[in-house]
């Protein structure tokens, strides 16, 4: 099966900050890649799909980018309400994989 | 609005088995391939299955590979999700969802495998 690879798995941050979470698929994905982020307690939320378009509702501080094998989600000015669990995931083939989660934490 | 209501978890012993369903309206459900991911208490999310359309066609990861079946009833807007020979490590909220990127979620439905 496909995997993907997430760093951090944990980070701490300050509102204003501005972040960078990577996924490394282990072969090419296209750009068939989607982020998510998960509050506790809460279902996840698609935040960003097709590796760089962002979800209708979703802020503009967030943003994707990459392509093949190599993926960064970043929050240009974190707010109070980003702290959560972020993960990547591929749906290229099947199974679908997710990453392993980066926790950000104050 | 697009809905999807699990149920079927609970508790169940070592071994046992549970079947999972998963109630769809607000879209066309035989459309849609759907999916089973899940999530361990305190762990991370982890993709489970998928059936395609018609249902002719079904994935599964490696943790769950010939002990999980999948299935759905297009006509009653449903998917299922029958698993035997449950281990403790199959204990988790097991989430229904469609999307091709898995744009929409249930809330979830807890499945506790202990003795």
């Known amino acids: 099966d496909l995997q993907m690879t997430q760093s951090p798995s944990a980070m701490s941050a300050s509102v204003g900050d501005r972040v960078t979470i990577t996924c490394r698929a282990s072969q090419d994905i296209s750009n068939y890649l989607a982020w998510f982020q998960q509050e506790p307690g809460k279902v996840p939320k698609r935040l960003i799909y097709?590796?760089?378009t962002l979800q209708s509702g979703v802020p503009s501080r967030f943003s994707g980018s990459g392509s093949g094998t190599e993926f960064t989600l970043t929050i240009s000015s974190l707010q109070p309400e980003d702290f959560a669990t972020y993960y990547c995931?591929?749906?290229?083939?099947?199974?679908?994989?997710f990453g392993q989660g980066t926790k950000l934490e104050i | 609005e697009v809905q999807l209501v699990e149920s079927g978890g609970g508790l169940v012993q070592p071994g046992g088995s549970l079947r999972l369903s998963c109630s769809a309206s607000g879209f066309i459900f035989s459309t849609y391939t759907m999916h089973w991911v899940r999530q361990a208490p305190g762990k991370g999310l982890e993709y489970v299955s998928a059936i395609n359309s018609n249902g002719g066609s079904t994935y599964y990861a490696d943790s769950v590979r010939g002990r999980f079946t999948i299935s759905r009833d297009n006509s009653k807007s449903t998917l299922f999700l029958q698993m035997s020979s449950l281990r403790g490590e199959d204990t988790a909220v097991y989430y229904c969802?469609?999307?091709?990127?898995?744009?929409?979620w249930g809330q979830g439905t807890l499945v506790t495998v202990s003795s």
């Open positions: 969802a469609f999307g091709a990127s898995i744009d929409y």
């Open positions: 097709a590796a760089s």
């Open positions: 995931l591929q749906h290229y083939s099947y199974p679908y994989t």
